[in-house]
């Protein structure tokens, strides 16, 4: 060990409204103390997702009582930064300091007056929901890993919302039809929702504006619903679905209704990166459906799909239960956390180099995902955001 060049990690307790997970979990400490990473925890950080103190200390960690203690490490790692937590999180803002490196979900383009404040910190922020989608940085991608827990819950929450059950039964009383499950967009969460769905035996259709993941639909037991509509240009960069424009969204929803008023069950979870989402359900959609029908919709933190979405309530319209979550991972947080925390320390390992977090200029993951450095917001999307000058 004589000379080894060591770095600490902070995982301070996460102070969003209702937010259960924790950045790290005791499991993945010991690969990052053979890297040379000591890992500091905020007492009680992990007790809401099911770790306790005495299980980060018997894989290794410290446990300390005072957030201050937590703060003055090398990095902070976290759930939530200031971007999705503005309100909560700002009073770490003075906490923060100089060349530290702060890394969690920080929504930078829905928030980039939230990087401008943590630049004037001076502190280097690393954004884990800018991750690129490559390949090397699969082990890293916690939208994805998120979004696989947020489409399981959607269907948990839907099923027991349902007057109905979902699978088709044969009973002494007769036979049961299944529920009928319409899902809208075929991202990870979107595909999960499908996969659980049809576990639970209900008859499940999907649709996506890309047409290039019908096979994926299919493959995990769905129907694929082809809308007559011009899609060759519908992916962005990273394969996410791109915003088109409002001609091609009025005809999608006229032809979408006949499908969704025959579902007992529409999720919807279609999202832009640092957009509104688009509006795909609307309200005389809403009111064509039977009553008893359920709506989870998982584009609630940016609008909603649903015109009648609100953000983290349940809206009952024409009968209909219209659910808007905006933190559903929050809900199975051992899980999530778990899959969070494989995600930070993968990162984690790719970012440090001799006891300390670098940037080599031409790796992409660390390129894509850095925000702010040295004072300044280095990113060109969320400098464009802030209607900053694009350097290079």
Not at 223 to 248: H, N, P, R, W
Request: a negative charge; one cysteine or more.
């Amino acid at each position: 060990m004589g000379g080894e060049l060591r770095m600490t990690v902070g995982v301070p307790r996460e102070t969003f409204p209702g937010e259960k997970r924790v950045a790290l979990v005791p499991a993945v400490i010991p690969a990052l103390d053979k890297a040379g990473i000591d890992v500091l925890v905020e007492e009680g950080a992990g007790e809401a997702a099911g770790f306790t103190d005495e299980a980060y200390l018997a894989k290794g960690a410290r446990v300390v009582r005072w957030r201050n203690e937590v703060f003055a490490v090398d990095v902070i790692v976290r759930v939530r930064a200031l971007g999705p937590n503005l309100d909560a999180a700002r009073q770490d803002l003075d906490r923060l300091q100089s060349d530290q490196v702060v890394i969690g979900i920080c929504d930078p383009l829905s928030y980039p007056e939230a990087v401008e404040a943590l630049a004037a910190r001076k502190v280097m922020l690393f954004a884990m929901d800018l991750m690129p989608r490559i390949t090397r940085a699969q082990s890293m991608d916690v939208l994805s890993s998120q979004a696989t827990v947020a489409g399981y819950k959607a269907v948990i929450l839907a099923a027991e919302a349902l007057p109905k059950m979902f699978p088709m039964l044969t009973t002494a009383a007769g036979t049961v039809p299944p529920a009928r499950v319409f899902i809208v967009g075929a991202g990870v969460a979107g595909l999960q929702a499908i996969a659980t769905a049809k576990r639970l035996g209900a008859v499940v259709e999907a649709y996506d504006v890309r047409p290039d993941v019908k096979e994926q639909v299919q493959s995990v037991g769905a129907k694929f619903v082809e809308l007559e509509l011009e899609t060759d240009d519908a992916e962005g960069g990273g394969g996410y679905a791109k915003a088109m424009d409002e001609e091609f969204y009025r005809r999608q929803q006229e032809m979408m209704a006949r499908v969704v008023a025959g579902s007992d069950v529409v999720i919807t979870t279609a999202a832009i990166p640092g957009r509104p989402a688009p509006r795909l359900v609307s309200a005389a959609m809403v009111a064509g459906m039977q009553p008893g029908s359920v709506i989870v919709d998982l584009a609630a933190e940016r609008g909603g799909n649903c015109e009648l979405t609100r953000r983290d309530e349940v809206v009952i319209e024409h009968g209909v239960t219209i659910f808007g979550p905006t933190n559903l991972p929050a809900s199975a947080p051992y899980q999530a956390s778990s899959m969070y925390a494989k995600n930070i320390s993968a990162y984690l390992l790719h970012l440090t180099k001799e006891g300390k977090v670098t940037v080599v200029p031409d790796d992409q993951i660390a390129r894509d995902t850095l925000v702010a450095s040295g004072g300044n917001v280095v990113h060109p999307m969320v400098r464009e955001a802030l209607g900053l000058e694009v350097v290079g």
